[in-house]
């Protein structure tokens, strides 16, 4: 655009150096050329000097957080106005001024609450705002004390719901618990009663508290999975009472401090069959989900199962090579157990225990005339054949009242001859002693972070005891068997030879059996006692490292010290030197080992406790 002189606006202001003509009045053809020199005078200057040209930047407008204003205290007494939380907060009406100027906290005062407060002078406006004060902060105090309360029966419905999941308690039972806390409050603290009936405990919420606090666990488990450098499962599957099968899977592993972690990983249904390729499917799922390496997997017990330990398709053919597969020590006892039949005894108890308590009225009788003789039990117990400590439990039970079920049974007519046979009361008392030991050992084998290598030791001790059993009884020495010297000091007679092949055929069973645990004695060993095992017998890797820790004085100190505290095992390799690389690697594989599945066992006793007909509906 150009104005009345000619010349370009835009030129004048790039170029201020050109003139304005003097003479306004221009012909046509005058102005045509000036126009055509002011444009080429623009373009030659654009072009000679834009590469050169620098245009300012506009100016930044100023933030209100880059003045740093302050709030001064008389405007406290000026204007009615506190500082809440760095805003100016008036004390009057608590409505907020966002920048701390004197002119807008006077413009809110003047035209809001002059009209009102300005009779107010000297210490009686001093006295009007402290007064303000206190009641805005018990106004804030108030929001406090509420988020508190609200916070506090959150929490409360959050212990409450693990304290019912713990228990095995149905989830409606928290409306119950609910009841008994407001009924106790009322004469306890009536006052309170009311912050009592904000904690949430229906069966929804109980079970969305539950739901949230093992998710909360299994996170912080897959955290602690981060940091193993070994570790190893245990599983096994069981039938619930909706004929699902239900996997249970444990995970035991070691970090770098030789700190051992013992959790449950995962409960999975199985809706269709529970073949070993479904189950390793299952397990591999479960050890992704978790965020395990499988470079790190160093072992796995089962049950014994064959869709676990068969040898075309069990589960143990389908895992890592270099895992150690085991056959849990608990269940290989049981089975070892099985071979004393003696079933001229056992037909015997059982059908008496039945004759007993198949009818009430029976059941009644009996227990009174155990009352009535002053017995040292009130009743008989059911045998359950898979139950471990059953057959032991009922034998002890049936031998100690003996005389009171001969007599029983001869008063109701069924007259039981063997009660008085001298030896079936041998066999009796002799596989009385015999199943007591064996529960003794099956009491030892259980127990939570249970090491591999002394679960092993307590077999190897009864193996130990079977061959001084065996020689005790062949010279007729009962030392040890209290129920067949009860029935000696009697004049019952006893041969010997008969038990003594029961000792035999009872220690050839525990020799066959445990070869997976046999093939790792010597880890074992090394394990629980590194100072004194032999090195020519240890593995050529960890050779050296054996003599250099049998040498170190030092370590042996320590190791003496903590030996048999299996707390304290960790700490002592946890002072282990670099220098032991092998052997460090070997005690965090054996530590993370499981001997047996008893804690899958515990579980599901656990689940059919919680699973039962009460409380599990069946469509």
């Known amino acids: 655009m150009r104005n009345s002189r000619g010349c370009s606006r835009f030129t004048r202001c790039l170029n201020p150096a050109v003139a304005v003509p003097q003479d306004r009045k221009r012909s046509r053809k005058d102005s045509s050329a000036q126009l055509q020199r002011d444009s080429d005078t623009k ?117 409450v719901s693990e304290m019912i999941a713990k228990a095995g308690k149905p989830f409606t039972e928290g409306e119950f618990v609910k009841k008994c806390i407001l009924q106790a409050a009322s004469i306890v603290c009536p006052e309170k009663k009311g912050q009592f009936s904000n904690i949430s405990l229906s069966a929804n919420t109980v079970a969305e508290r539950i739901s949230d606090l093992s998710s909360d666990i299994y996170d912080q488990l897959c955290e602690k999975a981060k940091r193993f450098s070994v570790y190893s499962v245990a599983l096994d599957e069981s039938t619930d009472i909706t004929d699902t099968a239900q996997l249970a899977i444990y995970v035991r592993g070691v970090d770098d401090n030789f700190e051992v972690t013992e959790e449950l990983l995962t409960v999975i249904p199985m809706h269709g069959q529970t073949t070993a390729q479904e189950i390793f499917h299952q397990l591999c799922d479960a050890i992704e989900n978790a965020g395990l390496p499988w470079k790190r997997f160093v072992g796995i017990t089962t049950d014994g199962a064959p869709s676990m330990t068969g040898r075309k398709n069990g589960l143990e053919e389908e895992s890592v090579e270099e895992a150690i597969a085991l056959h849990c020590i608990i269940h290989q006892q049981a089975l070892c157990s099985k071979c004393l039949k003696f079933d001229n005894v056992m037909s015997v108890v059982v059908k008496c225990i039945n004759q007993i308590r198949s009818r009430s009225l029976k059941h009644r009788r ?108 062949s010279q007729t020495n009962f030392c040890h068997f209290p129920a067949c010297k009860a029935l000696m000091d009697a004049g019952t007679p006893f041969s010997g030879e008969k038990y003594v092949d029961a000792i035999l055929m009872l220690q050839e069973e525990f020799d066959h059996r445990f070869a997976d645990f046999k093939t790792h004695r010597a880890t074992f060993q ?90 599990s509906v069946q469509i």
């Open 43 to 159: 373009w030659n200057y654009i072009y000679y000097t834009a590469p050169n040209m620098s245009f300012s930047k506009p100016a930044v407008k100023r933030k209100i957080c880059d003045e740093h204003r302050q709030f001064q205290e008389k405007w406290e007494v000026q204007f009615f106005f506190v500082e809440h939380r760095g805003i100016p907060t008036c004390l009057i009406c608590t409505e907020k001024v966002a920048v701390h100027k004197e002119y807008n906290l006077k413009r809110h005062y003047t035209t809001r609450h002059a009209e009102e407060y300005a009779k107010y002078q000297g210490d009686e406006r001093a006295n009007r705002v402290a007064n303000l004060k206190t009641c805005l902060l018990r106004q804030q105090d108030f929001f406090k004390k509420a988020t508190k309360e609200n916070d506090a029966a959150v929490e409360a419905s959050y212990v």
């Open 526 to 615: 090394i394990f629980a006692d590194p100072f004194s095992f032999d090195v020519q017998d240890a593995p050529p890797v960890l050779q050296m490292e054996l003599i250099d820790l049998q040498c170190n004085s030092e370590l042996r100190a320590k190791f003496r010290e903590v030996s048999g505290k299996a707390d304290k095992l960790g700490q002592f390799l946890r002072e282990l030197p670099l220098s032991f690389p092998e052997l460090s690697r070997m005690f965090k594989r054996t530590m993370c080992l499981f001997g047996s599945t008893y804690l899958c066992e515990k579980l599901f006793s656990t689940l059919n406790f919680n699973k039962s007909k009460y409380r």
């Open 366 to 473: 009996f227990r009174a005339l155990l009352e009535e003789m002053e017995s040292e039990y009130g009743d008989v117990l059911y045998f359950t054949e898979v139950r471990w400590l059953s057959r032991g439990n009922i034998l002890k039970r049936f031998f100690e009242l003996r005389a009171e079920v001969k007599a029983f049974m001869e008063k109701d007519g069924v007259a039981v001859t063997v009660l008085s046979d001298p030896k079936w009361l041998m066999d009796l008392a002799f596989l009385v002693d015999i199943t007591h030991e064996l529960n003794v050992l099956n009491k030892k084998l259980q127990g939570q972070g249970q090491l591999v290598s002394a679960a092993y030791d307590n077999v190897r001790a009864f193996s130990a005891k079977l061959m001084l059993w065996k020689a005790q009884l």
